[in-house]
């Protein structure tokens, strides 16, 4: 055995051999030629699998809510609006449904037996020599015709809060160029949301004092009432609401179900409060004394 200062048999220096307990060392992974690391295969395939989504929206359990009556619910939510207007603050109503995340959604329009709001302006696209442009006139538009809408919402102004257009002009309607303006402010005419018709005097009587609404997430919320109406007028307006609604989720598909999960009362400065679908309790207050504010 040759040491460390002597020479081998071809005269080379041989030190002697070294070694590094294992726990000492230190780690280094093991890569590939591809540059990956030893278990880079592994946890790709565990980056690429993706998590389970639910198909449904996740609704609470509605039986640890506590429930309001129609009275009590107006009761309790007076108090938050007490020394507002009983014009200004609105009553909003939520409707939450078991649906489909990516299912087709309830939207449409209303005009609630008690209307919330009055004082909207309607533009109404037609001829302004004709039949229709009279009705329009007769039935409270702010604005009648088409080139002098048209102009109008190139020039950026848009004085109306609602736009309906006659069949007759659907055509120039779609050849003007105003889509892309009327499109992301819910203004452009359509034929699926109803507002290209033929009977203009009907849609206005349905568009001046009607409620819009839409499916989002799951919920379907509308202004329900003004904070002056009383129980009876409130509860009017919330069944015909409510009949609408289911009307429109059987609409959609018999493959696809829509069942209402949960109904809210809110107003404009107020918490919700979830409906029990009583009208009134045995400990509630009289309905009459919610008659004045």
């Known amino acids: 055995m040759l040491s460390s200062r002597s020479s081998g048999l071809l005269g080379l220096r041989v030190q002697p051999q070294q070694y590094i307990l294992p726990f000492l060392a230190p780690s280094v992974g093991i890569r590939h030629a591809s540059g990956r690391s030893k278990g880079g295969k592994k946890n790709d395939n565990a980056a690429k699998k993706k998590k389970k989504q639910r198909p449904n929206f996740i609704r609470q359990d509605t039986k640890l809510l506590d429930k309001f009556t129609l009275v009590d619910a107006m009761r309790y939510i007076r108090a938050f609006e007490v020394g507002r207007p009983p014009t200004v603050p609105k009553y909003d109503l939520a409707v939450s449904l078991k649906t489909l995340k990516n299912g087709p959604v309830v939207r449409n329009r209303l005009r609630l037996p008690h209307a919330v709001s009055t004082s909207q302006r309607v ?29 109008a919402v190139k020039d950026g102004r848009i004085e109306f809060e609602r736009c309906i257009c006659h069949a007759d002009s659907a055509a120039k309607l779609a050849k003007a160029g105003v889509a892309r303006v009327l ?27 009607g409620t819009e609404y839409r499916e989002k997430l799951g919920v379907v919320r509308a202004s329900i009432g003004q904070l002056r109406h009383t129980p009876e007028e409130l509860q009017a307006n919330i069944k015909a609401f409510m009949s609408k609604v289911k009307e429109d989720a059987s609409k959609i598909s018999e493959n696809i179900s829509k069942e209402i999960h949960e109904v809210v009362l809110s107003s404009t400065n107020s918490p919700g409060f979830p409906l029990s679908g009583e009208y009134r309790g045995a400990d509630s207050i009289p309905a009459k004394d919610l008659h004045v504010l």
């Not at 039949?131 to 538009?141: D, H, I, L, M, R």
């Not at 992301?184 to 009977?199: A, F, W, Y």
Request: with cysteine.
């Open 123 to 151: 533009a109404v696209i037609c001829d302004p020599n004709s039949q229709a442009a009279e009705k329009a006139k007769s039935g409270g538009a702010t604005l009648i015709g088409e080139d002098i809408i048209f102009d």
């Open 183 to 209: 499109g992301p402010r819910g203004l452009m005419p359509s034929e699926k949301r109803g507002t290209i018709v033929k009977d203009v005097g009907a849609a206005l009587r349905n568009t001046v004092g």
